[in-house]
């Protein structure tokens, strides 16, 4: 790769860590959660009553980061766990009411702004940048790491 060339994907790439880490900042001042208690809560939105492997497969993130923030989410009331009633090895989390009333009204992980142009793209734009991105953290060997260090880049209190 051309000097160049390596220093203008470094560049951007730093550009783009450093948008959501502000982002993440702004986000937990609102919110009170980390993005990555966000995504685990907004999954189990989506996916219902859920196991923490399917969570973790879910968010992108190691079993153990999903207990963590699983323990962090019960703490604060948003969710609970279960023993499965066909298999006691088996724990499930679900929403509590409050887990369902903050989850229903989280903000955009990114920026509105973002999020606006994001969608006036057409769908073949929208494909190819997704599919750029993807690519970029595959060649750098992104796919072996936990998102969750990646989405929490400052220290957050919560």
């Known amino acids: 790769m051309q000097a160049m060339e390596s ?26 959660l980390t993005i ?9 939105r989506d ?3 859920v196991t923490t ?7 992108d993130l190691s079993s153990a980061t999903v207990v963590t923030i699983l323990d ?16 006691r090895r088996i724990v499930h989390a679900r929403l509590t009411s409050q887990g369902e009333v903050v989850a229903s009204d989280l903000p955009g992980l990114l920026h509105d702004e973002f999020e606006k142009k994001f969608d006036a793209l057409s769908s073949e734009d929208r494909k190819q940048l997704v599919s750029a991105i993807e690519r970029i953290a595959e060649m750098m060997n992104a796919h072996q790491l936990d998102a969750a260090p990646i989405l929490m880049t400052g220290k957050l209190s919560g």
Do not use: C, F, W
């Open 7 to 32: 220093s203008q994907v470094v560049k951007a790439i730093r550009k783009i860590v450093r948008a959501i880490d502000l982002r993440s900042r702004e986000v937990s001042r609102q919110t009170g």
């Open 53 to 59: 492997k399917a969570l973790s497969a879910n968010a």
């Open 47 to 49: 996916l219902g009553e």
């Open 72 to 87: 962090k989410l019960e703490e604060k009331g948003l969710i609970e766990r279960y023993r499965s009633i066909s298999d």
């Open 36 to 44: 990555p208690q966000i995504v685990v809560l907004q999954g189990i």
